[in-house]
């Protein structure tokens, strides 16, 4: 999060601070001093990504291979000048900070619902003070950067702390984000990715120094003034009182129009002022309404020590060093092994959300691109719970016999206001022969734990029965088709107008480079086809949590979404498909595409029936729906005996809710807003 105002201060109030830099002469300069040491820049990739994604469009699911290249050109500017990149992603989110996740997490859902009443009334992609990220787009550019050589860090931790770490450890000549954080941590340079020019490999180093002699205190007050004033661990709302009383006793020397700048001037000299001592710190404790925890100033100033480092504020047998490891022994597997290849997979970013589960029992999803009052889809969180009920099992290996711990699902979806995590029971696939163990499943081999990988990954998707067939697709077209055809068991308002839309996109996105669909043009956007889109790209990391739980029974590269969707392409189709557009129009004409589209669409209708689900036609015209509208989260797969005991907070969470927002709405029969479920019978 950084510290609320700094990075603007440092713009506004410190011009000094902010450096105009060269990379290819500060690599240079590094070569000279450092014989044999590579240039290396650590990227803290979470804060760049919004930065590195430029297409125009955005709202309809992500033009991936549009970004792909875009990411190699970031690349290549930076191997041209001999500088290597480290990413480093987020990997968790921290306990003490999951109050300010679920704060972000509501505000982009009001961000998201007016983004779709814009597109309802115009029927366009809305300007960029509009923008959101495309869904999961943090997590496939993780894999993006991979695929393209990168070497790529998820972290055990908060990114910054890493990041600074590995940044001064490895005596890299600077970090690249957009973070003020970094200007309190006493690491190597921080670099603006803001204010890079790539073309030119130039942008904004900000000095600490500099800042500090604007503020009157040392590089040793940094990590006492920004807790002073407000971060992840000691909050703005214990604080105001305090900076009342900056204020009237140190105020600035020449006062701002500009309140938040009065405020760390005002904190700057009335710690300035102070010895820096365990004491003082003791002291401030004291004077602060920290409430219940009086170490919360403690553990701020400690947040910004890195391995080996000191503080006067601190002393040395109360230095708590965060660490770059986790103890084993508190953790939900108690294999050594596999909790160690989990470990690594996750830290070296191969595997998707795994160790987070064998490890704390939990995991969290941010916003997706879901229109809350499109009533027939449910959000994505929903739609895939079974499927990820049964990776639980997997991974905790429920079958053994024992109780079995439940999952704690931070999801986000239409009624759930985040007050707590959804607690979800482990399901057992129906795997022919039962369910392989975890060590069979990442550690044997052979041909017949070839087919067991594949065959236990399939029944994650109630696809068990459809290996053969499956199996003699490529495997990209394979993995989507299992992503489909789940889509359309759990989902029964999906006509086969989606269908169409779904098929004629992967196939015809093959031939497609990334330059043909950037000039692809859109006349207009349907609000339904980008809330699909969204529901899309979820279930494409569906598939790889599956596949990390499985043993990868795919290449992760087979799963990506560059390589089996596109946004602007998926619009097109879908807009055609319901405009009631041949077969051959939907397929651009291309002949050899027709046979492998009625297989394609002849098969999952197959699979659909043999699950009693007809899909019907439903031609939508214009896009938006007609009719009235329901809910319907396709109570079948919930009908499994061993089931009703765990929908069972899900149908009083949801009940509960809908009856609030009725009544909130003045709803009743009628009602344009009333939303209606089909929920499974308890």
Not at 163 to 168: E, H, I, Q, S, T
Not at 273 to 283: D, F, Q, T
Not at 289 to 310: A, E, F, M
Not at 545 to 559: E, H, I, K, T, V
Request: charged share 20%; hydrophobic share 35%; aromatic share 10%.
């Amino acid at each position: 999060m950084g510290v609320r105002g700094l990075q603007g201060f440092v713009a506004r109030a410190c011009p000094g601070a902010c450096q105009t830099v060269d990379l290819r002469e500060m690599a240079e300069k590094h070569r000279i001093d450092h014989p044999g040491c590579p240039a290396v820049i650590v990227v803290d990739a979470m804060s760049c990504v919004s930065r590195w994604y430029t297409p125009e469009f955005w709202v309809c699911g992500g033009q991936w291979r549009e970004y792909l290249a875009i990411l190699e050109d970031f690349i290549n500017a930076f191997k041209a000048a001999g500088i290597k990149l480290v990413f480093y992603f987020d990997g968790v989110v921290e306990e003490t900070k999951r109050d300010e996740w679920i704060k972000r997490r509501m505000k982009n859902t009001q961000e998201t619902a007016r983004l779709f009443q814009y597109i309802k009334n115009y029927r366009q992609q809305p300007g960029k003070e509009m923008f959101v990220l495309p869904s999961a787009l943090p997590t496939f550019t993780r894999y993006a950067l991979k695929s393209l050589g990168q070497k790529t860090v998820c972290t055990l931790q908060e990114a910054d702390f890493e990041v600074a770490a590995y940044g001064l450890q490895n005596n890299c000549i600077g970090i690249l984000g957009q973070d003020s954080d970094y200007l309190i941590y006493d690491t190597c340079p921080y670099l603006s990715i803001e204010n890079l020019r790539l073309d030119r490999l130039v942008t904004v180093m900000y000095s600490r120094e500099v800042l500090c002699r604007v503020l009157g205190i040392s590089l040793t007050h940094l990590p006492l003034f920004a807790c002073l004033l407000g971060n992840d661990i000691v909050p703005e709302s214990m604080l105001e009182g305090f900076w009342n009383k900056c204020l009237i006793k140190s105020p600035p020397r020449i006062s701002s129009r500009n309140g938040r700048t009065n405020i760390l001037m005002s904190v700057a000299n009335y710690i300035s002022k102070i010895p820096c001592s365990y004491s003082s710190l003791k002291r401030l404790e004291e004077i602060l309404p920290l409430g219940s925890d009086k170490t919360l100033l403690c553990r701020g100033v400690n947040s910004y020590l890195l391995p080996g480092q000191r503080s006067p504020w601190i002393p040395p047998n109360e230095i708590n060093c965060q660490t770059l490891s986790l103890q084993q022994q508190s953790a939900l597997c108690q294999d050594k092994e596999i909790f160690q290849l989990a470990k690594e997979q996750h830290i070296q970013s191969e595997n998707y959300s795994i160790f987070n589960i064998l490890c704390h029992g939990e995991i969290d999803c941010s916003n997706s691109l879901e229109d809350d009052y499109d009533t027939e889809i449910p959000g994505q969180a929903l739609i895939y719970r079974p499927a990820r009920q049964h990776i639980y099992s997997i991974l905790l290996e429920s079958g053994k016999g024992g109780t079995c711990p439940l999952v704690k699902e931070w999801f986000v979806y239409f009624g759930n206001p985040l007050k707590q995590p959804d607690l979800i029971q482990p399901v057992q696939p129906s795997v022919p022969g039962g369910t392989p163990n975890l060590k069979t499943l990442w550690l044997a081999k052979g041909p017949d734990v070839e087919k067991q990988r594949y065959s236990t990954f399939l029944a994650c998707f109630h696809l068990q029965d459809e290996m053969e067939e499956l199996q003699a697709l490529e495997a990209p077209v394979a993995g989507f088709c299992c992503l489909v055809a789940y889509l359309m068991m759990q989902v029964s308002s999906l006509s086969l107008e989606d269908l169409n839309a779904f098929l004629a996109l992967i196939l015809c996105l093959k031939g497609k480079s990334a330059a043909q669909l950037t000039g692809l043009q859109l006349a207009q956007v349907e609000s339904r086809a980008v809330h699909l889109g969204a529901v899309l790209i979820r279930g494409l990391t569906t598939l790889l949590m599956a596949n990390s739980a499985c043993g990868f029974p795919f290449r992760m590269d087979d799963l990506m979404p560059w390589g089996v969707f596109d946004g602007k392409l998926f619009q097109e189709k879908y807009q055609k498909a319901h405009q009631g557009c041949s077969v051959e129009e939907l397929l651009e004409g291309n002949e050899s595409l027709y046979t492998p589209f009625q297989n394609l669409k002849s098969f999952i209708c197959k699979v659909c029936m043999a699950k009693n689900r007809t899909i019907h036609s439903r031609p939508r015209g214009n896009g938006f729906n007609t009719g009235r509208e329901q809910r319907d989260f396709n109570p079948r797969f919930q009908q499994q005996p061993h089931r009703s005991h765990i929908v069972s907070p899900y149908h009083n969470q949801m009940r509960e809710f809908t009856q609030r927002h009725l009544q909130s709405q003045g709803g009743g029969s009628g009602h344009p807003h009333e939303r209606k479920y089909h929920l499974p019978p308890q």
